[in-house]
């Protein structure tokens, strides 16, 4: 069974004050990997995909990078409309479905 | 392009009533989903939906039944709602390895 964790559950921060989300998850064979921001009161929208360990992507102020444990979610120098939920998502190679993560909620502080 | 709507955005119900959520893409994907998203328990999958005319049961799917008579169409049925079917209901299609969410239905049942 495909399993997401994602710590911490809520993180505050200073604006400008750097920092990383964790996305820990065991998978029979990886498809993906997906990271979704959803902002209060509305569906989750995508950032990122990621495909095997080593890969890298990056999104303005946002970094995603993929071990074959663990992916992380940097943000640098946040600001406040960075503000959101975070989710990760995996997908295994035998599936339509991807299994997400409780989310991490961010809030930054002008 | 609307991307993935959803009808009704709020909706109040008393156990025992029945009701249907639509959603609606205009992207001509073939997958679409549906997830509910309770506080603490992230985004777990109902029932989905891989092309026109099929369904599949995911996590959770008692209690609901759904049905894709058009590829662009895929509907969630409550038949006899109980108060445990309070939630935040999000549809999503799919192209590639990217979800693509709708912004919600919030359902209470009383």
């Known amino acids: 069974e495909d399993q997401v964790t994602q710590s911490p559950e809520a993180l505050r921060l200073q604006e400008g004050e750097s920092s990383s989300l964790n996305c820990s998850y065991t998978?029979?064979?990886?498809?993906?990997l997906f990271w979704y921001r959803q902002d209060p009161g509305k569906g989750p929208e995508f950032l990122f995909t990621?495909?095997?360990a080593g890969e890298e992507k990056e999104k303005e102020r946002l970094k995603a990078t993929l071990t074959k444990k663990e992916s992380f979610l940097h943000i640098t120098a946040p600001k406040p409309e960075d503000s959101a939920t975070y989710l990760c998502?995996?997908?295994?190679?035998?599936?339509?479905?991807?299994?997400f993560g409780r989310g991490t909620s961010l809030i930054v502080h002008p | 392009n609307a991307g993935v709507t959803q009808t009704p955005k709020f909706r109040v119900l008393k156990t025992g009533q029945s009701m249907t959520l639509l959603c609606a893409q205009d992207m001509n994907h073939e997958y679409m989903y549906w997830y509910r998203q309770d506080p603490g328990m992230g985004l777990r999958l109902i029932h989905y939906?891989?092309?026109?005319?099929?369904?599949a049961k995911g996590e959770v799917p008692d209690g609901y039944n759904v049905s894709r008579l058009k590829k662009q169409n895929f509907l969630l049925g409550l038949e006899s709602a109980a108060p445990s079917q309070t939630s935040v209901y999000f549809c999503?299609?799919?192209?590639?390895?990217?979800?693509?969410f709708g912004p919600g239905t919030r359902l209470t049942v009383l």
């Open positions: 990621l495909y095997s």
């Open positions: 998978v029979s064979g990886l498809r993906g």
């Open positions: 939906s891989v092309g026109e005319g099929t369904t």
């Open positions: 999503a299609s799919r192209a590639g390895d990217t979800q693509y």
């Open positions: 998502a995996v997908q295994s190679v035998r599936s339509y479905i991807p299994t």
